[in-house]
């Protein structure tokens, strides 16, 4: 508990200083580009919770090196590794400058690090025809370095509404935590619980009001880590099913490769181009829109905020039976099909706008009227 409370407190206090010294910053770390059709916030508001979220890590990184604790280096090295994920997001929140291709590179580049620093290595996956292939190191590499910085694009594709990402990462990191925590792996519990002290410490200003956001310095730093402790988990014990930690980053990865499948087949557009309809998206237009009417800062803020719980409750139908069976792959893998079909469903029926009436949440006078 003392990893969580240090990270929170720093993080809490680091974003509570980011937000009140935003005149002097704003005009670089600010979100000025309202009309996007990925943006739904009102203001132009600080982007860079990031920096918040790794000030946390750092706290509790000197914590373990004063107390002698023997995960100490382990965890500077994760941080390290973790530096060009995190920075190639950075850079872009404040030049607006750097491309997709380039931050993916960027974290190709850490996870690669993390390959040869800290054995975070994807060797096994439990399917016949790859495993032998994954026993050649330069394949293993490669497989490595792309399903890392999948997972860390994929949890910057949903950092759309005030508390999505954040919340969505407590939750992964809350079920890594508790499987390392049996395994009686500090590494794996002591950093799980670190990550979510200083996302929480973000997240309390974040959610609801939106006072701050992650942007893809935090985002990536966030999904970086996902990847990483994912890895790590099925690369240190043989006991974990490689399907358990799929299984618990499934809501963001699958939302990345439906959307890659969408734009390029169905819409016939650059996977790279933002569009408007994804899964958390059509939630705001289709189910949450008429909650809260008007158009000022204060009413989309309400509406903004009122998205994120749907997709966290999306998100633990995934995690909870995870956590519950994270050594068996065959219930694994079909927990995996059921929350595609779930996900799949649900989205044809926001698109065609068949979703059950109680799911919608509408302003009381309007339904008066």
């Given at each position: 508990?003392?990893?969580?409370?240090?990270?929170?407190?720093?993080s809490?206090?680091?974003?509570?200083?980011?937000?009140?010294?935003?005149?002097w910053?704003?005009?670089l770390?600010?979100?000025?580009?309202?009309?996007?059709?990925?943006?739904?916030?009102?203001?132009?508001?600080?982007?860079?919770?990031?920096?918040?979220v790794?000030?946390?890590?750092?706290?509790?990184?000197?914590w373990?090196?004063?107390?002698g604790?023997?995960?100490?280096?382990?965890?500077?090295?994760?941080?390290?590794v973790?530096?060009?994920?995190?920075?190639?997001?950075?850079?872009?929140?404040?030049?607006?400058?750097?491309?997709?291709l380039?931050?993916?590179?960027?974290?190709?580049?850490?996870?690669?690090?993390?390959?040869?620093?800290?054995?975070a290595?994807?060797?096994?996956?439990?399917?016949?025809?790859?495993?032998?292939?994954?026993?050649?190191?330069?394949?293993?590499?490669?497989?490595?370095?792309?399903?890392?910085?999948?997972?860390?694009n994929?949890?910057n594709?949903?950092?759309?509404?005030?508390?999505?990402?954040?919340?969505?990462?407590?939750?992964?990191?809350?079920?890594?935590?508790?499987?390392?925590?049996q395994?009686?792996?500090?590494?794996?519990?002591?950093?799980?619980?670190?990550?979510?002290?200083?996302?929480?410490?973000?997240?309390?200003?974040?959610?609801?009001?939106?006072?701050?956001?992650?942007?893809?310095?935090?985002?990536?730093?966030?999904?970086?880590?996902?990847?990483?402790?994912?890895?790590?988990?099925?690369?240190?014990?043989?006991?974990?099913?490689?399907?358990?930690?799929?299984?618990?980053?499934?809501?963001?990865?699958?939302?990345?490769?439906?959307?890659?499948?969408?734009?390029?087949?169905?819409?016939?557009?650059?996977?790279?181009?933002?569009?408007?309809?994804?899964?958390?998206?059509?939630?705001?237009?289709?189910?949450?829109?008429?909650?809260?009417?008007?158009?000022?800062?204060?009413?989309?803020?309400?509406?903004?905020?009122?998205?994120?719980?749907?997709?966290?409750?999306?998100?633990?139908?995934s995690i909870?039976?995870?956590?519950?069976?994270?050594?068996?792959?065959?219930?694994?893998?079909?927990?995996?099909?059921?929350?595609?079909?779930?996900y799949v469903?649900l989205?044809?029926a926001?698109?065609?706008?068949?979703?059950p009436r109680?799911?919608?949440?509408?302003?009381?006078?309007?339904?008066?009227?």
């Amino acid at each position: 508990m003392q990893v969580l409370f240090i990270s929170f407190l720093l993080s809490f206090l680091c974003t509570m200083l980011i937000i009140r010294t935003s005149r002097w910053h704003g005009s670089l770390s600010a979100d000025h580009d309202l009309g996007s059709v990925q943006k739904f916030h009102a203001v132009a508001v600080p982007r860079i919770g990031g920096v918040a979220v790794i000030v946390g890590l750092l706290g509790v990184a000197s914590w373990y090196s004063y107390k002698g604790i023997l995960e100490a280096r382990a965890f500077w090295l994760l941080i390290l590794v973790s530096l060009p994920a995190f920075l190639g997001g950075l850079v872009e929140d404040l030049t607006k400058y750097v491309s997709p291709l380039a931050r993916l590179l960027a974290t190709m580049a850490a996870a690669m690090a993390g390959f040869w620093l800290l054995d975070a290595s994807i060797n096994r996956l439990d399917v016949p025809l790859l495993e032998p292939m994954l026993q050649f190191w330069p394949v293993a590499l490669l497989f490595t370095a792309v399903a890392v910085a999948g997972v860390a694009n994929a949890v910057n594709i949903i950092d759309g509404y005030n508390g999505l990402a954040a919340m969505v990462s407590v939750m992964i990191f809350a079920a890594f935590g508790y499987v390392g925590w049996q395994l009686q792996d500090p590494l794996i519990w002591r950093t799980s619980f670190a990550m979510i002290g200083a996302i929480l410490g973000f997240f309390v200003w974040n959610f609801p009001r939106g006072l701050v956001f992650l942007g893809d310095g935090g985002a990536y730093l966030i999904g970086f880590m996902v990847g990483e402790m994912a890895v790590l988990l099925v690369a240190r014990h043989e006991a974990v099913s490689p399907w358990f930690p799929l299984l618990v980053v499934i809501y963001p990865v699958f939302e990345t490769l439906f959307s890659i499948y969408r734009k390029r087949f169905v819409r016939g557009m650059s996977p790279s181009v933002p569009d408007g309809v994804h899964l958390h998206m059509l939630v705001y237009k289709r189910l949450v829109r008429w909650t809260v009417g008007g158009s000022d800062s204060r009413h989309r803020t309400t509406r903004n905020a009122l998205t994120s719980p749907y997709l966290w409750l999306l998100c633990s139908l995934s995690i909870f039976p995870a956590v519950l069976f994270w050594q068996q792959s065959l219930i694994l893998q079909l927990m995996l099909v059921v929350f595609i079909l779930i996900y799949v469903v649900l989205y044809r029926a926001l698109v065609l706008f068949k979703v059950p009436r109680w799911l919608v949440l509408r302003n009381r006078r309007t339904q008066k009227k």
